[in-house]
């Protein structure tokens, strides 16, 4: 499990959500999702991510305009944008693009990296050998679960403010691959190639489908 070389304390700046999904999705492979719990610092190192384009979009929430539950998509860029679904977990997704315009990512898989005891006391599992950390954030709503993400908590927060407890870092890793496939969990434009792995990463999801480096 790559080790960082320093705390994290500077988030990723808005300029870094500023562009397309599909080139920040690219970029946010290797960084860290952070959060503040209490006296805690739970860490992981993002792995997988699938990137929603809008209006153009028919998979996005952002497709048939703006509403109360999807401004935050909308913009700014660099704000937290947390969905509930099938009634029992949530996701967490990032805002791109200009103001005005509606872009996001969503966060697919994470690799633990600090805060592992946390991460499993919020999700209530076991880690009795080292293949039980792939519990823990190995999909969105796992990852949500164990990072204590919720609608009511996050939803809009600003994640390149240094002082919320939830931003979005960078500790110097690089992935030295990169793969791109279809999008998963979804009816709508599932063809469409959107997902982007570190590859080789054992904390991505579990289904395999075609995929291209990039």
Request: hydrophobic residues 35%; charged residues 30%; positive net charge.
């Amino acid at each position: 499990m790559p080790k960082s070389p320093h705390k994290y304390t500077d988030p990723l700046p808005r300029t870094f959500y500023d562009h397309d999904p599909r080139d920040v999705s690219r970029e946010l492979l290797g960084k860290v999702l952070v959060r503040r719990q209490q006296k805690k610092l739970l860490v992981g190192r993002i792995v997988e991510v699938e990137a929603y384009l809008g209006k153009d979009d028919p998979a996005a929430h952002s497709a048939a305009g703006r509403t109360a539950r999807n401004a935050v998509l909308f913009g700014p860029p660099g704000y937290a944008y947390v969905y509930f679904i099938y009634g029992n977990h949530y996701c967490l997704n990032v805002s791109c693009l200009p103001d005005g315009i509606a872009g996001g990512i969503l966060f697919r898989a994470l690799e633990p990296v600090e805060g592992i005891k946390e991460m499993a006391r919020l999700r209530e599992v076991s880690m009795d050998k080292p293949s039980d950390l792939r519990k823990l954030t190995s999909g969105p709503g796992k990852l949500a679960e164990a990072f204590g993400i919720t609608r009511e908590r996050d939803n809009g927060k600003d994640l390149t403010n240094a002082s919320s407890d939830l931003f979005i870092a960078e500790d110097g890793y690089r992935p030295d691959r990169i793969l791109v496939t279809p999008r998963i969990g979804i009816s709508k434009a599932a063809e469409r190639p959107l997902r982007y792995i570190i590859a080789g990463n054992s904390f991505v999801s579990d289904r395999e489908l075609p995929s291209r480096l990039i």
